[in-house]
């Protein structure tokens, strides 16, 4: 998993995020600055953590089911 691919990841994160926060905030009826403000913070801190234990489980090896970025390796012998 190269550089391309935890870019696109985080924007993908990142974006997700900040979207639903933002519909979130408007709808409980937040003036659109302080929604905005709110929603990139929180998208911001939400996207750290997440690609930060995402980073620390692939290095580890851990699969995410979830997430499914992690090869699966076939660990069956098939000789006779």
């Known amino acids: 998993m190269g550089?391309?691919?935890?870019?696109?990841?985080?924007?993908?994160?990142?974006?997700t995020i900040l979207v639903i926060l933002l519909g979130v905030e408007l709808l409980?009826?937040?003036?659109?600055?302080?929604?905005?403000?709110?929603?990139?913070?929180w998208a911001a801190i939400?996207?750290?953590?997440?690609i930060g234990s995402r980073l620390y489980q692939s290095?580890?090896?851990?699969?995410?089911a979830l997430c499914d970025d992690i090869?699966?390796?076939?660990?069956?012998n098939n000789e006779k």
């Open 3 to 15: 550089t391309k691919f935890w870019v696109i990841r985080t924007t993908k994160v990142f974006l």
């Open 59 to 64: 290095k580890k090896g851990v699969e995410c």
């Open 46 to 50: 939400t996207t750290v953590v997440f």
């Open 28 to 41: 409980k009826g937040h003036s659109y600055q302080n929604a905005a403000v709110f929603a990139l913070a």
């Open 71 to 76: 090869p699966k390796t076939d660990n069956t």
